[in-house]
T-cell receptor
């Protein structure tokens, strides 16, 4: 079964703790993306990576970090520096080609920080 | 700053009605415009548009892009309760070889039986 998996589905953390969200894909896609979605808002881009060992900041990268050591995996760490981390986090992947390819989304992780 | 604006923000109609959702954009280095449907969790892909004036159709859904006036519309005819969802518009942008999507805030569509 090809697709994108995110784990866990729900995550609860105390303020001040770092937390890492997992994203794995077996679609052989080159590019991977992390978005954040808040109630009543669209998706906002946190980080993206078009090739292994390289990534770029999106529009709201402050307080987050990523790594891309393998093509299949793009974990996101929400650090204690992120002021308002409670949100729904979506990971996506796509082919990397000129013209911006369609992105496929994982099921998301809902993070609650108290 | 790249901007994608969707309207209306929210729409409630009766089953069988036809709806038109709007998406306007102001971006540099436009590459494509995409529509997604989001029901509970993951957005699912509907259409990708790159050329003006060419309608894309899938069943009761259709979409068209106007690159001169910088907008797109998504039409849904003979709506059903299963069409209730958030519809997201995203614009693909290329910036020095970095390709990414910028999303609008979405239109929440509710179909009343």
């Amino acid at each position: 079964d090809g697709g994108i998996t995110q784990s866990p589905k729900y995550l609860f953390r105390k303020e001040g703790q770092n937390v890492t969200l997992s994203c794995e894909q077996n679609l052989n896609h080159d590019a991977m993306y992390w978005y954040r979605q808040d109630p009543g808002q669209g998706l906002r881009l946190i980080y993206y990576s078009q090739i292994v060992n390289d990534f770029q900041k999106g529009d709201i990268a402050e307080g987050y970090s990523v790594s891309r050591e393998k093509k299949e995996s793009f974990p996101l760490t929400v650090t204690s520096a992120q002021k308002n981390p409670t949100a729904f986090y979506l990971c996506a992947s796509s082919w990397f080609e000129t013209g911006v390819a369609e992105q496929y989304f994982g099921p998301g992780t809902r993070l609650t920080v108290t | 700053e790249d901007k994608v604006v969707q309207s209306p923000l929210s729409l409630v109609v009766h089953e069988g009605d036809t709806v038109t959702l709007n998406c306007s954009y102001e971006v540099t280095n436009f590459r494509s415009l995409l529509w997604y449907k989001q029901e509970k969790k993951a957005p699912t892909f509907l259409f990708m548009l790159t050329s003006s004036g060419i309608e894309k159709k899938s069943g009761r859904l259709s979409s068209i892009l106007d690159k001169k006036e910088l907008f797109s519309i998504l039409n849904i005819t003979a709506t059903q309760t299963g069409d209730s969802a958030i519809y997201l518009c995203a614009v693909g942008i290329s910036n020095f070889g970095n390709e990414k999507l910028t999303f609008g805030t979405g239109t929440r569509l509710t179909i009343i039986p």
